[in-house]
Every structure is written in structure tokens, then in C-alpha cells.
């Protein structure tokens, strides 16, 4: 006989869990309970608010490839997952989180701690599901990890009662799943679209791969980079796809979207042949669809159907995991090479270069700007850390020039864009990847928003290496103000303690730099630091991130300046 | 939204199969209700096969948003497969009950006729009223109400659509085929109604 908390942990050992990020409370106790005989198989990592513990299951989910798991108490603890279940959604990370709940009886009574979990997360779970039975524990627990990590993967949270928690039954043994009859994750390959795909790349004058997450979801680097080298076409990312290719390898030709590389978001409107691997056409890489590649023909590679013509039209959808898809059309396409029309992409970053990023990373005179940060801790970390950023202007120079060797080396809230994601994720990430250097790059706006996880990073002792890159500005916001709003401040002003001191009062080690000679030997004092370190980087008050494709804008109408 | 569309705007039949599901009703819902659509009519009921439930939904759109819509639903877990079709590729029926006064039924053969000619069936009759249901199309059972007015109507009640879908291959074995879009061939309508005696003899 054995307790539901007492299956649940089973339950988790036979997934191979060995982390989960959480908090207790009254409402999942007896799971708390069960957990302490279980270490130290499975490390727990103590939060200091539940949003910290879903991004850092997300962090985790996101650097490792693997489930993260998060556990909350009822109501206010569930509630406080809300925001990280929006974020794995859109951002298709696997998650399982564990909810305790009331006890059964007292279900629909507004009884102490109660919250109609399961009625708040369905907008935001891929799946979910409220156990009132331990002897339902083992099932579930199955479906909900095959949910979360198969197919596009997503977040899934399971509610249980304090009874079923408690409830003693005859555990039968956990039997991981791998079907269910209504669910399929993946669907059927379909070749006679492979043929047509193939047929209109080898007939393409000017064709143009735009790749997403998609690739490193499927676990498709190799398979990539293989169909790229076959046919020659020059390839562009999204901000959620960042490093699934090299940055220097030679066909990637830069970010895509409103803060992307001006060569792929104008050439989108000039190629013949459009193919785009595991991405979404999210607004903010399309820009105005009515103006969007209008002449192109599309191939759309993607394992959701009902991505499928959802923004754009498609000529040939591939339907699949690209794992399995990117082969059959790499067999079938012919090799090529595009020198004229990838040199037209080169040309275009040349013009970037002088009217934009030589004055970003080397500025020569003037106070520092984010650009130069990212290219200095480039330079120092040779392109092997991870990034995590939070959301805002540091995100988008972050990811605009960070350079990144590896896969899964970005991390980034990109779909929601969650203000606060970066600490908690950073955290997450590096016990997904001990052996990593992480780097989180927080906004002196966003920092605020989550800094309590500077208490989780002093418990757990894990050597994040924290930099804020502080322009006394809700940068983005006010960018947006004075591009948009006549240059009117509405509430982004805002001020900040001293991070260094603070860091101080949570054990970590920290510094603050505002001069341009100092900054390269804090960036190695901050990478070389045994553990976790804080380093306030500050940047120029009212730069600007260029180039920029203003909202309503097609792509082609992207400004330099 | 643009003039076309709304011109192209018609009424669609959604058809779900799910696993009987606590909470999947809600998440149908929500797939409309995010993008502010409103359901005209929907009808839940376990289906022909045991453990799967069947829902008509009907909704007035273009069929591109109508097409997307049921993408989103058939990616929930617990939803087996969708199928939508316009009013002309399903048979369709509503079913209305109508609560009249006895007496006054009773006493006016006028109104006997009429419900005959409108295909009402008394379900219940008691001394104090009298309930009559019919199915049909939406005209038909508003046609009825109108007719029942004038003599009393107490109390009027639809249940909402319910659609069987032309093409004769039925579900089971699309769920075999489930990937393949394939045509099927155009079925004749009521083509056996006239010689219905010959087809299904005693
Ligand atoms: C939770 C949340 N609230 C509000 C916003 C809106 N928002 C987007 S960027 C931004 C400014 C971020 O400022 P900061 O963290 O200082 O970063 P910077 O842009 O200056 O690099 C704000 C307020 C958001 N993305 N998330």
C-alpha cells in the first residue's frame, strides 16, 4: 500500500525526474511529506514565490530538453503558476506541474485555500486534469508527461486533492505511456508533399529558410544543418530559434522580426521560395501579413497542423516532426549553391553594420551601450554560454548579438514576453545544465519583478552568473514612446536600489560598473567567480534598438535609424 | 472585417467526436470564445460507440475561419477528430415542444388540422394542457409557434441541432483513414424513399 504522494514520487523517479522546482503549502503537504524520503534521488529546489519556480521549470525545461516539474500548494499557489503556464504555452515548453488542492468534499465550497484551478489553466495548459482518487495517480501521471513532451510540446498541470494525496491503495507499479487513443502527437507523413516541397526548392531562384524552435524541439539540429548545406539556401531565425544553427555558420544570415537583421526581413519580400522550419509566423516576425512575402511560394514544415495557414498561406505544407521530414526532403533535393543571391544578404548586413552595429558594440566615445556588453561577454565566453535574457530592449541586443555555438543556448521568453522570466529561468537552466556557464541578462525594470529568486540562488548555492544592464528605463516602453508617443515619459522612469548591496544582503557576490575601461575585467571577474555573481552594467540612459520594423509596418519597411 | 467576408459568411455544421471528458466542453468553448464567436446551437450526446461523445456545433462564419476553428479543436487531447459542412452537406434536425391549454385544443378542430398539416405528435395530454412536439427545420418549428399563439401557447422549448453528415462513410471508418483527405463519391439524396416498402420489407 502506498500513499498517492507516496505513487506521485514513484511516479516522477520512473520519468527520470531528478529536479522540480516548488513550494509548500497546507494543500499538497502529504506529497512535501513523501518527498523527504525521497531525496536525495530527487533534488528539490526551494523557490521564493511559485511564478520563480514554473520559469525556473521552464530554465530548466528549455537548456536541458527535458520535462521541468513544478510543485504549488492550492489556490494563491496555483494562481501564482498562471503567468509561467502562459509563457510554456506559447513557447511550446514541457512542463508538468503538480497542484495540491482541497480535500474532495470541500470542492465548490470557496473553502479555505480554494481556487478552480482547473477552470483558470485550461486557456493556459496544453492538457489538464484534477485527481480526486490516489488510485487515478499512476494514469495520469502518465498521460501527463507523454502530453507534455510529445507532439508540440506544451505545459500540463494536474490538481490533486489533499484526500487522494493522503488516500493509502495497492500501487500497481507506473507504466510510462506512450498512446493515447484521441491524442496524436505527430502526424502522418505525407510524401507526396515531400515531393512537392523538393520539386519547388530544386526549381527556386531565390529561396529562403526562416527556422524557428521547431528544430531544436524535434531535436533536429543535424537534420538542419544537413538540408542547408544540401540545397545552399541562405537561413534567418526567430528569436525563439536562436542558435540551432551556428551564428557564424556561413548560410545564417541573422534574425528575423521587428528587431531583426534588415537583409532577411527585407529579402522576405523578395524571395521566390520561402521555407519555414518549426516557426509560427508570430506577428512580431511578419509584420503586416496583407504585405508579407506576397510572392513567394511557401513551404511550411511544422508538426502542428493548425499552424498550417494559420498566418500565412501555404503552397506545400509538410506536415510532421521535422526530425523525420527534413530528411525525406533533403534525399530529394538537389545540391546546390546560391553565392549571388546569399552575397545580396551580405551586402544588406554590410549597410547594417555601417549605419547601425559598428556604433552598437564599438562605440568609440559616450557612455556604454547594451551592444557593446553582449560583444564583450561574446568575446569572453567564446560563444559556449547559455543566454537567458528577460524582455525588453537588453532581450532583443541580446539576442540579436549574442553569438551561440550551441543548441539550446538561448533562452528567452518569446511568445508571452514575460518581465521577470530571466532570474527565476537562469536558474532553472543551469541545474538543467550543470555543466554550462549561465548567463541571465535582466533589465533594471525586469530584475524587479522576480529579484526574490536571488534568495532561492544563495539557498541552493547554484552559480548563475547575473548581469543587469541597467538604462534607469523601462528601455522598450520608452523607446516605443519616443518613437510613437511624441517622446511623452509615461511612467518608465524608474529607479533602483543598489543591486550590489542587495546581492550583498543574499550572500552573492556582486559588483557595479559605469566606465567603459572597466568593464571587460568585470565581465571576467563575474565568468571566473566561484558561484553566483551579480554584475550591474550602466548602459547609455535613451538608446534606441535598430533596426526596427515599426508595428503596421511590412517587413520590407524596416528603419535603420 | 472586410466586406467579402461577411458576404462569404454562412452556417457551418461542426461535427466532434471526444472522449467523454470531465471539463472538455469548456475547452471546445474556449476555442470560440477567444476569438469573440458566438455559438448558434450545440448538442453533446455519447455517440454510437461507446465512449465517445458526439457534438454538433453550428456556428455562422466563413468557411476560412471555420476550417482553422476546427484545427484548434481537433488539437486537444481528448478530441478524436472534427469535421465541418455547410447546411446543404448534412441532414439536420431541430426538435421543438409546445405546451397548449387542453380545452382549447379540445374544443377547436381547427387547430387539430393544423397540427396534423405541421407533423405535430402529441407526447402528453392532460386535463389542464396539452404537449406537442414536432422536429424540423428552424422555419418549421417557427412556424408552429406562430400557429399556437393565437390559441393559447403556454410554454415553447427547442433543443438544439443535430446533424448527420451525407457523405455515407460515417465515422467508423474515417477513424481507420484518419489522415487521409480523400473525396468520397457524391451520394442521391432520398433515394429509396419513394420505394420505401421495397427496401425495407417486413
Ligand atoms: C510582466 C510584464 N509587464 C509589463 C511588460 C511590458 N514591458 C515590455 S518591455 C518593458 C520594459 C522593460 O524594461 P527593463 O526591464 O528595464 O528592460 P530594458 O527595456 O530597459 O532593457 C515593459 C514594461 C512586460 N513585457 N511584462
Known amino acids: 500500500m502506498l500513499s498517492g504522494g507516496q505513487a506521485l514520487l514513484h511516479a516522477l523517479t520512473v520519468e527520470g525526474v531528478d529536479t522540480i522546482f516548488g513550494y509548500p503549502g497546507g494543500a499538497i503537504m502529504p506529497i512535501y511529506d513523501a518527498l523527504y524520503d525521497f531525496e536525495p534521488n530527487i533534488k528539490h529546489v526551494l523557490v521564493r514565490h511559485e511564478q520563480g519556480g514554473i520559469h525556473a521549470g521552464q530554465g530548466y525545461a528549455r537548456s536541458s530538453g527535458k520535462v521541468g516539474v513544478v510543485f504549488a500548494t492550492s489556490g494563491p499557489g496555483a494562481t501564482n503558476l498562471v503567468t509561467g503556464l502562459a509563457d510554456a504555452q506559447i513557447d511550446s515548453t514541457p512542463l508538468v506541474c503538480i497542484t495540491g488542492q482541497v480535500f474532495a468534499h470541500l470542492l465548490g465550497t470557496d473553502a479555505f485555500q480554494e481556487a478552480d484551478v482547473i477552470g483558470i489553466t485550461t486557456p493556459v495548459t496544453k492538457w489538464n486534469y484534477q485527481i480526486t482518487d490516489a488510485t487515478e495517480i499512476p494514469e495520469v501521471l502518465a498521460k501527463a508527461f507523454h502530453i507534455a513532451r510529445s507532439g508540440r510540446p506544451g505545459p500540463v498541470l494536474i490538481d490533486i486533492t489533499k484526500n487522494a494525496q493522503l488516500q493509502k491503495f495497492e500501487f500497481k507499479g507506473y507504466t510510462p505511456c506512450d498512446h493515447i487513443r484521441s491524442y496524436r502527437p505527430k502526424p502522418i507523413v505525407r510524401h507526396e508533399y515531400i515531393r512537392a516541397a523538393a520539386e519547388l526548392i530544386n526549381k527556386a531562384q531565390k529561396p529562403f529558410v526562416l527556422w524557428g524552435q521547431g528544430v531544436m524541439l524535434g531535436s533536429a539540429e543535424t537534420e538542419f544543418k544537413a538540408f542547408l548545406e544540401k540545397t545552399g539556401i541562405p537561413a534567418a531565425w526567430t528569436i525563439m530559434g536562436a542558435g540551432a544553427l551556428p551564428s557564424d555558420h556561413p548560410q545564417n544570415v541573422g534574425m528575423l522580426g521587428m528587431h531583426g537583421n534588415y537583409g532577411p526581413n527585407v529579402m522576405t519580400n523578395e524571395c521566390d521560395v520561402l521555407i519555414a522550419v518549426g516557426m509560427r509566423f508570430d506577428d512580431r516576425v511578419t509584420g503586416r501579413l496583407d504585405k508579407y512575402a506576397k510572392q513567394a511560394k511557401v513551404i511550411h514544415l511544422d508538426i502542428d497542423p493548425a499552424e498550417i495557414d494559420k498566418n500565412v498561406k501555404t503552397t506545400v505544407p509538410v506536415w510532421g516532426d521535422c526530425k523525420e521530414t527534413l530528411p525525406l526532403l533533403t534525399q530529394m533535393v538537389e545540391t546546390k549553391q546560391h553565392p549571388a543571391w546569399l552575397a545580396k544578404f551580405r551586402e544588406f548586413e554590410q549597410k547594417e553594420i555601417d549605419a547601425v552595429i559598428r556604433e552598437e558594440l564599438f562605440p568609440a566615445s559616450g557612455e556604454m551601450t547594451m551592444g557593446e556588453v553582449i560583444q564583450q561577454l561574446n568575446e569572453l565566453t567564446k560563444g559556449e554560454a547559455i543566454i537567458v535574457t528577460d524582455v525588453g530592449q537588453h532581450q532583443m541586443v541580446a539576442c540579436r548579438y549574442a553569438k551561440l555555438n550551441q543548441t539550446r543556448s538561448n533562452i528567452t521568453s518569446g511568445g508571452l514576453g514575460t518581465m521577470g522570466f530571466a532570474l527565476p529561468a537562469a536558474i532553472g537552466a543551469k541545474f538543467g545544465t550543470l555543466d554550462r556557464t549561465v548567463v541571465a541578462v535582466i533589465g533594471d525594470g525586469g530584475i524587479q519583478m522576480t529579484i526574490q529568486e536571488l534568495g532561492t540562488i544563495m539557498q541552493s548555492g547554484i552559480d548563475v552568473k547575473i548581469m543587469i544592464l541597467n538604462n534607469q528605463f523601462l528601455g522598450m516602453v520608452r523607446q516605443w514612446q519616443e518613437l510613437f508617443h511624441e517622446r511623452r515619459y509615461s511612467f518608465v522612469d524608474i529607479t533602483s536600489p543598489d543591486y550590489v548591496m542587495v546581492a550583498k544582503g543574499y550572500g552573492i557576490a556582486g559588483k557595479s560598473v559605469n566606465q567603459r575601461e572597466d568593464l571587460t575585467a568585470a565581465l571576467q571577474e563575474m565568468l571566473h567567480h566561484p558561484g553566483a555573481f551579480l554584475l550591474e552594467v550602466m548602459v547609455t540612459k535613451e538608446n534606441n534598438v535598430f533596426p526596427m520594423v515599426p508595428q503596421g509596418c511590412s517587413v520590407s519597411e524596416i528603419r535603420l535609424k | ?202
Not at chain 2, 41 to 60: A, C, D, K
Not at chain 2, 123 to 142: C, L, Q
Not at chain 2, 152 to 174: C, H, M, Q, T, Y
Request: charged share 30%; hydrophobic share 35%; aromatic share 8%.
Open chain 2, 1 to 202: 472585417m472586410s466586406e467579402q467576408a461577411h458576404i462569404d459568411r454562412e452556417e457551418y455544421n461542426i461535427t466532434v467526436y471526444t472522449e467523454n471528458q470531465v471539463g472538455l466542453l469548456t475547452r471546445i468553448a474556449m476555442i470560440f470564445s477567444r476569438r469573440k464567436m458566438n455559438i448558434l446551437s450545440l448538442n453533446t450526446s455519447p455517440s454510437e460507440i461507446e465512449g465517445i461523445h458526439r457534438f454538433n456545433i453550428v456556428i455562422h462564419e466563413t468557411e476560412e475561419v471555420v476550417s482553422k476553428i476546427c484545427r484548434q479543436i481537433e488539437k486537444q487531447v481528448e478530441v478524436l477528430k472534427v469535421y465541418y459542412h455547410t447546411n446543404e452537406d448534412v441532414i439536420w434536425q431541430e426538435m421543438a415542444l409546445y405546451k397548449v391549454p387542453t380545452d382549447v385544443i379540445a374544443e377547436k378542430v381547427k387547430v387539430e388540422r393544423l397540427l396534423r398539416e405541421n407533423g405535430a405528435r402529441a407526447v402528453v395530454i392532460r386535463r389542464d394542457y396539452t404537449v406537442f412536439e414536432t422536429t424540423g427545420h428552424r422555419e418549421e418549428t417557427d412556424n408552429l409557434i406562430k400557429i399556437l399563439q393565437p390559441y393559447g401557447l403556454i410554454e415553447f422549448v427547442r433543443s438544439a441541432r443535430i446533424a448527420i453528415i451525407k457523405d455515407s462513410d460515417g465515422f467508423n471508418r474515417k477513424l481507420r483513414e484518419f489522415e487521409r483527405a480523400e473525396p468520397s463519391h457524391e451520394v442521391v439524396e432520398n433515394e429509396y424513399l419513394n420505394s420505401r416498402e421495397k427496401v425495407f420489407s417486413m
